[in-house]
């Protein structure tokens, strides 16, 4: 397809097909912020799948995978992904799709950024408008374990511009507390038909139901997230969420809290063997992480998580690459199968074989 240049800002173009009504593609520059990503869409109503977090890198987030809010109507950041500009240590500059260098462009699908510097991604964009609404049903503890585990049921009917989310945590007032709901990016109305069977699930102690743009969506946890303080986070993927992994993910002690997150719908439209990314089959997400200002607070802070997160590890299958915030040279082997290892060593051996980009998960 012809490709017009219709708009330039900072480092980021928006490129049309020719003559066609609607922009299809957007050109982000490998240093661009996800927010720059989605303002440049959203001026038309459409958008890709990005993080939760608008100051998050373009870059390192799509080259590991990049889930968020649309990934399963239409899957992982990568997926979207119609060529990559990459410039290799040696100072080539190469143009990767899936017929250009086609092994390269199967690793810079969630295989990091270890191969050369991406100085542009050429992105697939969707018409998903700009509404999007979240639903959250509050529940005390003592509760939560029957809420999560019909949440978990309802889970596999839900359509693909649903993502449901349970989240544990501590309330205001600092008591533990749980929510089960979902994230919907589209028409509101086509949205509340789902509240029902989610309202059906028990009694909660108090329900929040959002209606905001989908930028909105997209920078809501800006501020919480924001740079300069100190955090900490384990991730595991889940195939299955039985009764006992719901328990685990309910207890106290001294948890950071954390999120589960349904994965599946187009995300697993992509077969395993196509990228390097892992884990499609992976039915749930679940993150934990804390944040703090103060360096004494460091061990015992990423000890709490740690312990927490270990407590899930029988259930899981894997994670997501970037979800390591561990020097731990295993813990790559949790992001990949041994295949896709060796694969991923033998592009390292072709592409950056002196090893100049080595602050990735993947070592050699
Ligand atoms: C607050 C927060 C929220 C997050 N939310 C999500 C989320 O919703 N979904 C999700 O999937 N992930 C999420 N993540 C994880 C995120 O995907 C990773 O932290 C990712 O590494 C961020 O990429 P970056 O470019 O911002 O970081 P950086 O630290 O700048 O880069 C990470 C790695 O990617 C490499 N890299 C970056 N840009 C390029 C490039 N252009 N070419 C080659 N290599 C490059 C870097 O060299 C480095 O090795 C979140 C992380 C944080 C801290």
């Given at each position: 397809m012809h490709l017009d240049l219709v708009e330039e800002s900072r480092g980021q173009r928006l490129l049309r097909g020719?003559?066609?009504?609607?922009?299809d593609r957007t050109v982000p520059g490998g240093g661009a912020l996800l927010g720059a990503l989605d303002n440049a869409s959203q001026r038309y109503g459409l958008a890709t799948t990005a993080g939760?977090?608008?100051?998050?890198?373009v870059g390192g987030l799509t080259l590991g995978g990049g889930i968020g809010w649309l990934a399963r109507a239409y899957g992982l950041t990568c997926d979207n992904v119609a060529s990559y500009q990459l410039v290799t240590a040696d100072g080539a500059v190469l143009r990767v799709t899936d017929s250009e260098h086609p092994d390269l462009f199967w690793g810079l699908r969630g295989g990091?950024?270890?191969?050369?510097?991406?100085t542009e991604f050429e992105f697939r964009l969707h018409p998903v408008g700009t509404q999007a609404m979240t639903v959250d049903l509050y529940y005390d503890l003592d509760q939560a374990g029957t809420a999560l585990r019909r949440w978990r049921d309802l889970c596999a009917e839900a359509p693909r511009q649903a993502t449901p989310v349970a989240r544990v945590g501590r309330a205001d007032d600092g008591r533990p507390i749980a929510s089960v709901g979902y994230v919907w990016v589209g028409d509101i109305e086509d949205g509340l038909r789902l509240l029902p069977s989610y309202q059906a699930i028990g009694r909660p102690v108090e329900q929040r139901i959002s209606e905001l743009s989908y930028l909105d969506l997209q920078t809501r946890s800006d501020d919480t997230e924001r740079h300069a303080l100190r955090r900490y986070c384990k991730g595991h993927y889940l195939r299955a969420l039985p009764d006992a992994a719901i328990d685990a993910f309910l207890a106290q002690d001294n948890n950071p809290g954390a999120r589960l997150t349904l994965n599946g719908g187009a995300v697993?439209?992509?077969?395993?063997?196509?990228?390097?990314?892992?884990?499609?089959?992976?039915?749930f997400e679940f993150t934990t992480g804390d944040d703090w200002t103060d360096p004494v607070e460091d061990e015992p802070r990423i000890s709490a998580t740690r312990t927490y997160a270990a407590a899930l590890e029988p259930y899981t299958s894997g994670t997501y690459v970037?979800?390591?915030?561990?020097?731990?040279?295993?813990?790559v082997h949790r992001a990949y199968s041994q295949e896709k290892l060796a694969r991923l060593h033998q592009l390292k051996q072709t592409y950056d074989p002196a090893n100049v980009f080595n602050r990735t998960a993947l070592k050699i």
């Open positions: 020719g003559g066609a009504v609607q922009a939760n977090v608008s100051h998050t890198g990091g950024g270890s191969f050369g510097v991406v697993t439209d992509v077969p395993d063997a196509a990228t390097a990314y892992s884990h499609r089959d992976a039915l970037n979800t390591i915030a561990d020097e731990d040279p295993n813990a």
